[in-house]
């Protein structure tokens, strides 16, 4: 048990909450059963999403009770986005959905114990409702003047697209699963990101209402670049916690990359290490830059904790061997492939000469340009230097019968594939 309270706010996770030190002896009195969101309107959860599941799983190992909410209801609808109105996906395609983003809610929780987690659907309690019970029951506590507020439907209003009927309801449905999952299972806070304030409050204020009970609400910080911008897109898209959208590899890359100024609040808000040893990583990182000790233990964290140790393992030793300090060979065909897609990468239906290949992959900018590279002993097929400016490889030297590494100087990598 810890005063999960203190340790939210000195991993800088409370940017918004209804009244601290009321939820504060709550903790104190608990347990608390709380819950938190997820609705299927993608394939998959993405980062944004990790920051919710992990902080789920503190306030559950400080022993509360965690109610993971899938969305069957509300992910049929969709959150309203401030720029444009969603495209709805049909009930089958939602219905995927969710089966895919309840296994990974799965994943990050606790189904055993004391404290055990419990996965719920809002689809149950909504889809038995009609129209007419939800507006008299539901809809009769809500006041248009201040669901007109919230920040994503006066964006949409003051834009040339406006916002629907549907979209503008979403607040209400919220709003409903709050007052549901207090009255099934005595629920009385709820999470969620900062951007989504307006409609947890709005169910800490119906609960008010009908109940005559308060309720909390908690939301986390965006995430953002250094430049305090929203993070979470990479130039290839979100980063998904699928495997199959973003690879092991590229979500490895992801975190590695973490900027200097960020790396530090990044492993307080996606990892579970202590604040002993946050503290030593910000110190390497101020005084050694170069080592990047902190975003290798940040990438090593994160990729562990979504994608697991083997997986940790392989992309780790894919990083390593890309730069000449590992078994380039040893690498299986999937782990290779998911780190060359990140790569500049030329197509070939026929192999040829090295200068000719590095000029066609891009990294460097002519054939002559290639051939000086290779004169000067800085070029490198398989992380073995090439020592004949007019070399040419055969099949013995493609990785797994397909693939060419191809590096420039220490660190200007490309890839070629034979393709046939």
């Not at 409370?14 to 939820?23: Q, R």
């Not at 250094?226 to 973003?246: H, I, N, P, Q």
């Not at 000719?356 to 398989?382: C, D, H, K, M, W």
Request: glycine share 8%.
């Amino acid at each position: 048990m810890t005063d999960i309270v203190e340790e939210l706010k000195w991993r800088g996770l409370i940017a918004l909450s209804t009244d601290e030190e009321a939820l504060r002896k709550a903790f104190a009195s608990g347990p608390v059963t709380f819950y938190c969101g997820f609705d299927p309107t993608a394939p998959s959860l993405h980062m944004g999403n990790l920051l919710q599941l992990i902080t789920m799983r503190r306030i559950q190992d400080a022993g509360n009770l965690p109610l993971g909410l899938v969305g069957g209801s509300t992910g049929l609808i969709g959150d309203p986005r401030p720029t444009a109105e969603r495209v709805l996906n049909s009930k089958e395609v939602v219905a995927q959905w969710l089966g895919r983003i309840r296994v990974q809610v799965e994943r990050f929780l606790d189904f055993e114990g004391d404290f055990a987690a419990r996965i719920v659907n809002n689809l149950d309690w909504t889809a038995p409702l009609s129209a007419i019970d939800f507006l008299r029951d539901i809809g009769k506590h809500f006041r248009v003047g201040k669901m007109l507020s919230k920040d994503a439907v006066s964006a949409r209003l003051n834009s040339e697209a406006g916002i629907s009927y549907t979209e503008f309801s979403y607040q209400i449905l919220q709003g409903m699963d709050f007052l549901e999952l207090y009255r099934q299972y005595g629920c009385v806070l709820q999470t969620g990101g900062s951007d989504q304030w307006g409609n947890l409050t709005a169910g800490v204020d119906l609960i008010h209402r009908t109940e005559g009970v308060s309720a909390h609400a908690l939301a986390t910080p965006l995430v953002t670049k250094a430049d305090g911008t929203k993070f979470g897109k990479t130039e290839g898209g979100s980063v998904w916690l699928d495997a199959e959208l973003t690879s092991p590899y590229a979500f490895y890359q992801f975190w590695l990359n973490a900027e200097d100024a960020k790396v530090d609040e990044y492993l307080r808000y996606f990892t579970f290490r202590s604040r002993e040893e946050i503290e030593e990583l910000d110190r390497a990182t101020r005084e050694k830059p170069h080592l990047r000790s902190a975003q290798r233990a940040l990438a090593e964290d994160v990729t562990t904790l979504v994608h697991g140790a083997d997986q940790f393992r392989r992309v780790e030793a894919a990083s390593r061997a890309l730069f000449g300090q590992g078994d380039l060979a040893g690498l299986d065909e999937s782990t290779l492939r998911a780190a060359l897609a990140q790569l500049p990468t030329a197509s070939v239906a026929q192999l040829a000469p090295y200068f000719e290949l590095f000029a066609e992959t891009g990294i460097v900018p002519s054939r002559s340009a290639a051939r000086r590279a290779i004169q000067e002993g800085g070029a490198y097929v398989n992380n073995a230097k090439i020592e004949d400016v007019d070399a040419q490889p055969g099949r013995a030297d493609l990785l797994h019968g397909r693939w060419l590494l191809l590096r420039r100087g220490r660190r200007t990598l490309a890839a070629v594939e034979l393709v046939r």
